[in-house]
């Protein structure tokens, strides 16, 4: 079935660890999007990508990587875990041609958190 | 770059009121315009979507309309249900962007009460 998975849903971990947060999206689109999203509050740009081997920084700092090796795959890496980390993280493709977008998806997302 | 503004932050109807929730935008050249609902602890849903071209769009019981000279765009929710309770992102983003980027509104939390 098309969709955006990403995995583990939810992760509790300590301070100093190192973690990839795993994003998948069958649907063939190329452009996808990390968020940073608190709950219920707003979402946050921290990657984005335009395709394999293209990322940038999204608006919102953030000391997590990202990688672009696969059209499907967009991991989110973060090298020591601190609690100011502690957040949910969404993954979002989409596509378009022509100057028009078409619809944004989001994954399930993963909760973070770090004692 | 865009900026989107979001009214009001949280919103509270009684049940088969109308809500209403309003985004204006900066960039002129913003050509898309999607309204997303999130239910607590669920992902972002795209609800309706709305492109520079139409000025309203209507599915059932939600529609929005654009008003591209004053640059804002409203979602409209009518007989409003306890289902409609979530929070509610408006989003533009502009076609000429090869990031395709999605600017977001901060939301709105709609509690419908029975």
């Known amino acids: 079935e098309a969709d955006i998975y990403q995995t583990p849903r939810y992760l509790v971990i300590g301070t100093g660890k190192k973690i990839t947060l795993e994003c998948s999206q069958t649907?063939?689109?190329?452009?996808m999007y990390w968020y940073q999203q608190d709950p219920g509050m707003e979402l946050h740009l921290i990657h984005y990508?335009?395709?394999?081997?293209?990322?940038e920084k999204g608006d919102l700092s953030s000391e997590s990587t990202v990688s672009r090796i696969r059209t499907e795959h967009f991991p989110l890496t973060l090298e020591s875990a601190r609690p100011s980390h502690t957040s949910q993280y969404l993954c979002?493709?989409?596509?378009?041609?022509?100057?028009?977008?078409?619809?944004?998806?989001f994954g399930p997302g993963t909760r973070l958190t770090v004692t | 770059g865009e900026n989107v503004e979001q009214h009001p932050s949280t919103l509270s109807v009684q049940e088969g009121d109308s809500a209403v929730i309003k985004c204006t935008y900066s960039?002129?050249?913003?050509?898309?315009f999607p309204w997303y609902k999130q239910e607590l602890g669920k992902r972002p849903q795209l609800i309706i979507d709305?492109?520079?071209?139409?000025g309203e769009k209507k599915d059932q019981r939600i529609a929005v309309t654009l008003n591209k000279t004053a640059k804002h765009f409203s979602l409209h929710i009518t007989e409003t249900q306890p289902e409609d309770s979530a929070v509610y992102f408006c989003?533009?983003?502009?076609?000429?962007?090869?990031?395709?980027?999605?600017?977001f509104g901060a939301g709105t939390q709609v509690v419908v009460t029975p």
């Open positions: 979002a493709s989409r596509t378009g041609t022509g100057g028009f977008w078409d619809e944004q998806y």
């Open positions: 649907m063939g689109h190329d452009k």
């Open positions: 990508s335009y395709g394999v081997n293209s990322t």
């Open positions: 960039d002129s050249a913003s050509n898309y």
């Open positions: 709305i492109r520079s071209n139409v």
């Open positions: 989003a533009a983003s502009w076609g000429g962007d090869s990031w395709g980027k999605l600017q």
